[in-house]
């Protein structure tokens, strides 16, 4: 039986719920951040009911249509999942104390994965020169070498910027920089960060007039971040909202993975899993390179290795060569103003060497092309919802280069119907005596 209070129609409003029951229970020693996230989430979900939102508010329905409404005002899948996981706090609580009847049963927006972006060191490098240039003081610091030694803390430490505008003096100590448990995210584990002589430097040069905190700001942090945005500006770099603080956080993993060392540890977190969503893969040294050439490896196709049974059979490397001498001889034609020699050496390129399935690759864009990564988007390959990035040797991108003219969206264009697609590949394997002729085909050729 449901308990009873004040309210619409006698029944408690969330907002009671959360400040007589969920607070106490699960809140204490939270931040008045998490306190005012709550609270704003509860206020969104009235504003979609148009009136103060109850428990009895709280089915499957009602909480559904508040997440389809949010993402028809434009809200990112990410802060719509935000906003579902606190009301299911709130209602799973509930439940479970007896004031809902039903526990619930809403499933999450689907979050396309988003590939993390982290500076280069060229874009690292105009940045720190960038900082350099800020006019006026900030409580007697000059403002050029406050950036600097912030970025510098950044860099080094891949702290997050809360914890770092909290640090005090007394955290240095030595050549280690300790970040309290009360000041990071979560509030329960520390961080102990090795700084190199050159960070101890930079926060040297600002030790002077003397004072307690380190990074003292004396706005708003509104305008914290509109003066990082001048920063960027000068140093010509991106301006987003994913190109702020987090992406100093973001190049510190990234390089730091690149060089072999562990971002995990680094930055704090549990599982590899989540760190893994801070990695530019673009940065990171590619393994395509252990491939030998596409259809160029004829050398060791004399290594005598037996094939498992029960096991689909792969082209061998003696194969691969003459399907690659066999797409030189189609038949000229022109795929949208292209080649078709150059058009099927392309194409066998990227599936050789990203192993893509061919309906993404049709699907493919020059802009998802980014130095030697490829970059297939969820919405090319059926059934993903996560983006997949592929390292590719030059070879293959010498191939795309064969094939740019005439300038044009999409890298393979097929004006014929996707049967003609195949057929045509059937032509290309005959031509190179790798599909055997119907009904003798009793043993693979060799």
Same mark, same amino acid.
């Given at each position: 039986?449901?308990?009873?209070?004040?309210?619409?129609?006698?029944?408690?409003?969330?907002?009671?719920?959360? #400040?007589?029951?969920?607070?106490?229970?699960?809140?204490?020693?939270?931040?008045?951040?998490?306190?005012?996230?709550?609270?704003?989430?509860?206020?969104?979900?009235?504003?979609?009911?148009?009136?103060?939102?109850?428990?009895?508010?709280?089915?499957?329905?009602?909480?559904?249509?508040?997440?389809?409404?949010?993402?028809?005002?434009?809200?990112?899948?990410?802060?719509?999942?935000?906003?579902?996981?606190?009301?299911?706090?709130?209602?799973?609580?509930?439940?479970?104390?007896?004031?809902?009847?039903?526990?619930?049963?809403?499933?999450?927006?689907?979050?396309?994965?988003?590939?993390?972006?982290?500076?280069?060191?060229?874009?690292?490098?105009?940045?720190?020169?960038?900082?350099?240039?800020?006019?006026?003081?900030?409580?007697?610091?000059?403002?050029?070498?406050?950036?600097?030694?912030?970025?510098?803390?950044?860099?080094?430490?891949?702290?997050?910027?809360?914890?770092?505008?909290?640090?005090?003096?007394?955290?240095?100590?030595?050549?280690?920089?300790?970040?309290?448990?009360?000041?990071?995210?979560?509030?329960?584990?520390?961080?102990?960060?090795?700084?190199?002589?050159?960070?101890?430097?930079?926060?040297?040069?600002?030790?002077?007039?003397?004072?307690?905190?380190?990074?003292?700001?004396?706005?708003?942090?509104?305008?914290?971040?509109?003066?990082?945005?001048?920063?960027?500006?000068?140093?010509?770099?991106?301006?987003?909202?994913?190109?702020?603080?987090?992406?100093?956080?973001?190049?510190?993993?990234?390089?730091?993975?690149?060089?072999?060392? #562990?971002?995990?540890?680094?930055?704090?977190?549990?599982?590899?899993?989540?760190?893994?969503?801070?990695?530019?893969?673009?940065?990171?040294?590619?393994?395509?390179?252990?491939?030998?050439?596409?259809? @160029?490896?004829?050398?060791?196709?004399?290594?005598?290795?037996?094939?498992?049974?029960?096991?689909?059979?792969?082209?061998?490397?003696?194969?691969?060569?003459?399907?690659?001498?066999? =797409? @030189?001889?189609?038949?000229?034609?022109?795929?949208?103003?292209?080649?078709?020699?150059?058009?099927?050496?392309?194409?066998?390129?990227?599936?050789?060497?990203? =192993?893509?399935?061919?309906?993404?690759?049709?699907?493919?864009?020059?802009?998802?092309?980014?130095?030697?990564?490829?970059?297939?988007?969820?919405?090319?390959?059926?059934?993903?919802? #996560?983006?997949?990035?592929?390292?590719?040797?030059?070879?293959?991108?010498?191939?795309?280069?064969?094939?740019?003219?005439?300038?044009?969206?999409?890298?393979?264009?097929?004006?014929?119907?996707?049967?003609?697609?195949? @057929?045509?590949?059937?032509?290309?394997?005959?031509?190179?005596?790798?599909?055997?002729?119907?009904?003798? @085909?009793?043993?693979?050729?060799?």
């Amino acid at each position: 039986m449901r308990k009873k209070s004040k309210g619409d129609n006698g029944r408690m409003t969330l907002t009671e719920f959360f #400040d007589e029951i969920y607070s106490p229970l699960r809140l204490v020693g939270r931040s008045r951040k998490t306190d005012k996230s709550y609270r704003r989430s509860i206020e969104m979900f009235g504003e979609t009911l148009g009136k103060p939102p109850t428990l009895d508010d709280l089915t499957d329905i009602v909480v559904c249509k508040h997440l389809a409404k949010l993402l028809a005002r434009g809200l990112r899948p990410p802060t719509i999942n935000k906003e579902r996981s606190q009301l299911l706090a709130l209602w799973n609580l509930g439940a479970r104390k007896k004031y809902v009847d039903e526990f619930p049963e809403v499933r999450p927006i689907l979050e396309p994965e988003v590939v993390p972006c982290a500076w280069t060191f060229e874009e690292l490098q105009r940045l720190r020169i960038s900082c350099g240039y800020m006019p006026r003081e900030y409580s007697g610091v000059p403002a050029g070498l406050w950036w600097l030694a912030l970025h510098c803390v950044l860099w080094c430490c891949g702290e997050r910027i809360g914890p770092i505008l909290k640090m005090n003096f007394s955290a240095i100590q030595g050549d280690k920089i300790i970040f309290p448990a009360g000041d990071r995210k979560g509030g329960v584990k520390a961080n102990v960060c090795s700084a190199p002589q050159y960070c101890l430097d930079a926060l040297e040069a600002i030790r002077n007039p003397k004072r307690d905190k380190v990074f003292v700001w004396p706005y708003s942090e509104n305008y914290l971040y509109h003066v990082y945005k001048k920063i960027l500006t000068r140093a010509e770099l991106s301006t987003d909202s994913r190109s702020k603080f987090h992406r100093m956080r973001r190049s510190h993993a990234t390089h730091l993975k690149a060089l072999g060392g #562990d971002p995990t540890q680094s930055l704090g977190h549990a599982d590899a899993k989540t760190t893994n969503a801070y990695l530019d893969v673009r940065m990171i040294p590619s393994k395509a390179d252990l491939l030998p050439q596409f259809g @160029n490896g004829a050398d060791k196709a004399s290594r005598s290795i037996p094939e498992p049974k029960h096991i689909p059979a792969a082209w061998s490397a003696l194969e691969l060569w003459r399907l690659r001498i066999s =797409c @030189n001889y189609v038949p000229p034609a022109d795929y949208g103003g292209v080649p078709s020699n150059r058009w099927w050496l392309a194409f066998q390129c990227i599936i050789w060497s990203t =192993c893509a399935p061919i309906c993404a690759v049709m699907k493919l864009k020059f802009s998802d092309i980014q130095s030697d990564r490829i970059i297939f988007l969820p919405d090319a390959r059926k059934g993903e919802t #996560d983006a997949k990035v592929c390292f590719v040797p030059p070879h293959v991108l010498e191939a795309i280069d064969m094939i740019r003219e005439p300038a044009r969206e999409r890298v393979f264009i097929w004006p014929y119907l996707m049967s003609y697609l195949y @057929n045509t590949y059937s032509k290309i394997l005959r031509r190179a005596e790798l599909l055997p002729q119907f009904g003798n @085909n009793v043993a693979p050729p060799k």
